[in-house]
């Protein structure tokens, strides 16, 4: 039998405790690892394993050599990504998962210029707002919103997330300005349920310092959808605070106006998120499609740090 093999039996064992559980991580079957397992102990001359009816012990011997054995496989593996690494060209199906008003207003613009860059990678978008197990589903690369915690994924802030209090031109109109704290209260608002927790976005609003903080306001509206959250604020449904990238193109327009300055949230981790996998050599086509997303977000006026958000000339100044 294959070395290689053997020593794959071997380590499987290690691992899983008995013949039995090796042979099912290796997609086998028991009588062939124990029989490997024999063999490999007949050719170095050693027990690598105790055995008993009860259980399977490996011995002060098997555990020097698991550990050399483990050593030469990630030597391996390393080895045979560098030298795809090297003749890597970006092709192949890049399977992208978003979030559906980020992939909506921002993503799907830029696809054509992509593929004509890139023709030999074919796309696959998924559009979700349920933060779905990239590594599970095979997902090579997600664009995230709010917050990212998992230590098997590497999370590339492409900007953050800012927060801009918005009302339409008709609605300021007929129910006048909020200026004060106080007159917060007596306007209509629309929320936002987050779908994942199903809970209400809070507002964060300057008090008359100018200084923002959580306000416990009635939502007369509510959506879970962004894009929804943004047609209802045109509509003259009442007043909301959306990200940046849901709001752009109506700020742009004039069809919705800014009320204040926008808002940062104060963690260092909140923002727009390019999601992958840790690995050592990052695909060639995950690789070119986050460096296109960072230079055609530079063309709009958004980075690491910055927004365009930043630059917004409010209605009401403190």
């Not at 008003?101 to 054509?112: A, D, I, T």
Request: glycine fraction near 6%; include cysteine; proline fraction near 5%.
């Amino acid at each position: 039998m294959d070395k290689l093999r053997s020593l794959e039996f071997f380590l499987a064992t290690c691992d899983g405790g008995s013949f039995a559980a090796a042979a099912k991580a290796c997609h086998s079957d028991p009588s062939t690892v124990s029989k490997a397992i024999s063999r490999l102990e007949k050719d170095l001359g050693l027990t690598l394993f105790q055995r008993s009816t009860r259980q399977l012990r490996v011995t002060h011997a098997g555990l020097g050599y698991a550990k050399t054995v483990r050593k030469i496989f990630q030597d391996l593996d390393t080895c045979e990504d560098e030298l795809k690494h090297l003749n890597d060209a970006p092709t192949g199906t890049l399977r992208i998962n978003s979030a559906v008003c980020y992939g909506h207003l921002y993503l799907q613009p830029m696809l054509e210029k992509f593929c004509q860059q890139y023709p030999d990678i074919n796309l696959e978008l998924e559009l979700d707002d349920l933060h779905v197990d990239i590594i599970e589903n095979h997902i090579d690369l997600a664009i995230r919103t709010g917050f990212v915690k998992d230590s098997r994924l590497v999370a590339r802030r492409l900007s953050p997330m800012d927060f801009i209090v918005c009302a339409s031109p008709n609605y300021l109109e007929s129910r006048g300005t909020p200026r004060y704290t106080e007159e917060f209260h007596h306007h209509h608002w629309i929320g936002f349920k987050i779908k994942e927790t199903q809970q209400m976005q809070p507002i964060y609003l300057p008090n008359q310092q100018g200084e923002y903080v959580p306000f416990d306001l009635t939502r007369k509206h509510m959506t879970d959808d962004g894009e929804a959250m943004a047609q209802m604020c045109v509509d003259g449904l009442g007043i909301a605070q959306m990200p940046h990238f849901l709001v752009r193109k109506e700020l742009k327009d004039g069809t919705l106006s800014p009320l204040f300055s926008s808002f940062r949230p104060a963690q260092p981790e909140t923002g727009v998120f390019a999601i992958y996998p840790k690995r050592e050599f990052l695909p060639a086509k995950v690789r070119v499609f986050i460096n296109f997303l960072t230079m055609t977000l530079e063309e709009v006026e958004e980075s690491t740090h910055h927004t365009w958000a930043e630059t917004i000339r409010p209605l009401i100044q403190f």
